[in-house]
């Protein structure tokens, strides 16, 4: 057997030892891209093809997956049918019809509530973000050791106690209707920012809890090894313990930003012109209630791809139980 860089030694027929050609064929293969690479080959150097058995599982998976999707087909419109059967032949379909799916009132409702649903996208916007760095900071509040911190873990429990506790429309009444009444200087008016302000005080206790949990998931010996290579206690949380904690809680976070899609409805009660609003307005004209219906279907056209990026997360950070794949 040669050594690298020497020729492989020749018996007397001329022919190479067979180990060394077999090393020396083995090494250049490997310097051959993955790309060119040729199929897989069996023992007698034909590319490999799958077993008569093998192509039977195939086939039978397949017509499994097939008879699956035409049971649910059949099973979901079925249900529908029966459904829209009981409906419609109800003594009063004909009143609740003309009430609330008038589709000439729709039409011209829709203009107006898509123009209020622009600024329920607006709100949600700025409140998530602030609702992510306020509830981050409570949570890692909760999280300081020592007593000199005692304070701020006292502060952070005695927020997320309180708001938590206080129905979130409790807080848009007390912000929108309690704040300007005090006329304090330079205090804003504007009932946008105090709803919103009252959303993202109510969401942040939530959010806090759901980063804590996310914060304590993480196993000690994590920080003891960033301590230990020379972090600091700020270092440590930023660099190893919060972003493996957001990647736990993504899929919990993200089913309370779903819920702050539709709670961003609520500001209408402080007169803010939001697509709840504007649906209102319409309403009040001839007491049709089909401008509601409209504003329901654009926050659930809304709410569904946030819902499903959420299930998807879910099942791939093994959340089965967050939401059923279609």
Not at 247 to 271: E, T, W, Y
Request: glycine share 8%; hydrophobic share 50%; aromatic share 10%.
């Amino acid at each position: 057997m040669s050594l690298a860089g020497t020729p492989p030694e020749h018996d007397g027929d001329g022919h190479g030892d067979p180990l060394a050609e077999n090393l020396a064929a083995g090494a250049s293969s490997a310097h051959v891209d993955e790309g060119s690479q040729p199929p897989a080959q069996v023992a007698g150097g034909e590319p490999w093809q799958p077993s008569a058995i093998e192509l039977e599982r195939r086939a039978y998976r397949r017509g499994r997956t097939v008879r699956s999707g035409l049971i649910a087909s059949v099973s979901t419109l079925t249900v529908v049918s029966l459904v829209g059967f009981i409906i419609t032949r109800s003594s009063g379909w004909p009143r609740v019809r003309q009430t609330f799916f008038n589709w000439d009132k729709a039409r011209d409702a829709f203009p107006a509530v898509l123009d209020g649903l622009w600024l329920n996208i607006r709100i949600l916007l700025v409140c998530a973000v602030l609702i992510t760095l306020i509830g981050l900071a409570i949570a890692l509040m909760r999280t300081l050791r020592g007593p000199v911190f005692f304070p701020f873990r006292m502060f952070a429990a005695a927020y997320t106690d309180l708001f938590r506790g206080l129905p979130l429309l409790l807080v848009i009444f007390l912000l929108g209707f309690g704040v300007p009444a005090l006329r304090l200087p330079n205090v804003p008016d504007d009932m946008v920012i105090w709803g919103g302000l009252a959303i993202v005080l109510s969401y942040s206790a939530y959010v806090a809890e759901v980063f804590r949990a996310g914060i304590e998931s993480i196993h000690p010996s994590q920080r003891a090894a960033a301590r230990s290579l020379g972090l600091n206690h700020a270092q440590t949380m930023r660099f190893v313990v919060v972003p493996q904690a957001v990647r736990r809680v993504l899929p919990p976070l993200l089913n309370d930003f779903v819920s702050l899609q539709k709670d961003s409805g609520l500001i209408a009660v402080l007169g803010v012109v939001d697509a709840i609003r504007a649906a209102q307005i319409e309403t009040a004209t001839d007491f049709n209630f089909t401008p509601y219906v409209v504003a329901g279907f654009l926050f659930v056209c809304l709410t569904i791809p946030t819902t499903r990026i959420t299930d998807h997360l879910a099942r791939r950070h093994g959340w089965y139980g967050g939401g059923p794949s279609l």
